[in-house]
């Protein structure tokens, strides 16, 4: 039996660059002879990646708080049990883009729902799995989240040609991610042993040389 693989979160606001440091990750990791799985939430399964269009498609109205907290956690619980789970039980690195913290931060803080009820919900429904590692990229919270509103509307002008509308959470207003900002601070101050805020400020470079050291220093790969 191979030994348990590592699984690895990525947090932080819309167009903190996420994504391109996920990518930038997971080939250092392969190039180093690991198995690597990039994942993503809301998605990573067929079944998550449709409530993932109900979640994030702007035509979709009045969705209640905790209908959206509950399809979060609907799309989480389908991918720990059909990727994560058998991914890491096979000795893979899994490197996902969002885990529970967004709910917490997302949800818990934006969406005033408090952090209780996401914890209660992760221990239910998702067997309490925590990352290993979780890199939680930090930069300026109004910068950030323009930059995710021009890059969706980009997506939204080619929508016609299959680019999904992803834009229902940046229509959100400053104080909405105010508190989801502030949200992801207090999970970083409260779980400092998993949660490693790295400044991404700097350059897509300078942002990857502080990753590969934050998991060089905390993963044992
Ligand atoms: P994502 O595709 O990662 O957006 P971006 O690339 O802009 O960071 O995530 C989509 C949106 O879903 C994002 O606005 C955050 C939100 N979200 C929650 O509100 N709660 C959650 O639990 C998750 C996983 C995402």
Same mark, same amino acid.
């Given at each position: ?44 399964? @067929? ?15 009045? @969705? ?60 239910? @429904? ?60 207090? &999970? ?22 502080? &990753? ?8 044992? @790969?």
């Amino acid at each position: 039996m191979s030994k348990r693989g590592k699984f690895i979160t990525f947090e932080g606001l819309d167009g903190t660059g996420k994504s391109t440091q996920l990518r930038k990750l997971a080939a250092v990791v392969r190039a180093a002879g690991h198995k690597v799985v990039e994942t993503r939430e809301p998605g990573g399964t @067929l079944t998550g990646e449709k409530i993932r269009k109900v979640l994030l498609d702007s035509g979709t109205a009045g @969705l209640s708080p905790m209908a959206e907290m509950a399809l979060m956690f609907a799309s989480r619980a389908q991918h720990i049990a059909e990727v994560i789970e058998p991914a890491l039980a096979a000795g893979s690195v899994v490197l996902c883009d969002r885990f529970t913290d967004s709910t917490e931060a997302y949800q818990g803080s934006g969406r005033r729902l408090g952090s209780h009820a996401v914890r209660e919900l992760h221990r239910v @429904l998702c067997g309490n799995l925590q990352p290993d590692l979780t890199i939680l990229l930090d930069s300026d919270a109004g910068l950030s989240v323009s930059r995710a509103r021009r890059r969706n509307k980009r997506a939204l002008k080619v929508a016609s040609r299959g680019h999904a509308d992803e834009n229902r959470f940046e229509s959100e207003t400053r104080a909405f991610f105010a508190r989801v900002h502030e949200g992801y601070l207090a &999970i970083a101050a409260r779980d400092h042993g998993r949660v490693a805020v790295v400044d991404a400020r700097g350059t897509p470079g300078q942002t990857h040389q502080k &990753i590969l050291e934050v998991v060089r220093r905390k993963v044992k @790969l």
